[in-house]
T-cell receptor, first 117, second 114 residues
């Protein structure tokens, strides 16, 4: 069975600080996909990134960066120079890579990030 | 603009009543999903559909029912058999049914059963 663990329930930082959100996953599949979603107070989930299990390159997108390490089954998310608008709940998710078998996502419990002035 | 709409945003029902949550997408996506979110928890899959007139149970399907008569629509009925229906319900869609495609989410419906 697949499992995603986000051990950090809530993180508070002061604006301009860097912050890393941890994500550890479990799966027996050799091919799988990892995702990060952002849920602002409005409630709608916003897609941030997808990474497949064969691509361990780190990725940077503006102030966001992701560190994927298969050796530790982790897919951590770092926000550099955080801003108040980054305040949200962030979810890490895992899906299998089955053709025609559906695209079921297994979500972690989320990390509430609060960025204060 | 393409996207997913859910209505209403807030819904109140008396205990024992069935209630249907609407989900419509104009993204021409094949797959659609329903998730439930409880405070402090992640999203849990209720039902998903890969094609019209076909759907599968997710992890917590008991007390729920769905239909997929049109590609654009995937309504969810919360029946009186659902023991704890008060929650935030999110509908999503993805372009294909194979793993790896990102899911696009609607704004959600917050259901409160009194």
């Amino acid at each position: 069975a697949q499992k995603v663990t986000q051990a950090q329930t809530e993180i508070s930082v002061v604006e301009k600080e860097d912050v890393t959100l941890d994500c550890v996953y479990e799966t027996r599949d050799t091919t799988y996909y990892l995702f990060w979603y952002k849920q602002p107070p409005s409630g709608e989930l916003v897609f941030l990134i997808r990474r497949n299990s064969f691509d361990e390159q780190n990725e940077i997108s503006g102030r966001y960066s992701w560190n994927f390490q298969k050796s530790t089954s982790s897919f951590n998310f770092t926000i550099t120079a955080s801003q108040v608008v980054d305040s949200a709940v962030y979810f890490c998710a895992l899906s299998e890579a089955r053709t025609g078998g559906g695209n079921k996502l297994t979500f972690g419990t989320g990390t509430q990030l609060k960025v204060e002035l | 603009d393409g996207g997913i709409t859910q209505s209403p945003k807030y819904l109140f029902r008396k205990e024992g009543q069935n209630v249907t949550l609407s989900c419509e997408q104009n993204l021409n996506h094949d797959a659609m999903y329903w998730y439930r979110q409880d405070p402090g928890q992640g999203l849990r899959l209720i039902y998903y559909s890969q094609i019209v007139n076909d759907f599968q149970k997710g992890d917590i399907a008991e007390g729920y029912s769905v239909s997929r008569e049109k590609k654009e629509s995937f309504p969810l009925t919360v029946t009186s058999a659902q023991k704890n229906p008060t929650a935030f319900y999110l509908c999503a869609s993805s372009i294909r049914t194979s793993g790896g495609d990102e899911q696009f989410f609607g704004p959600g419906t917050r259901l409160t059963v009194l």
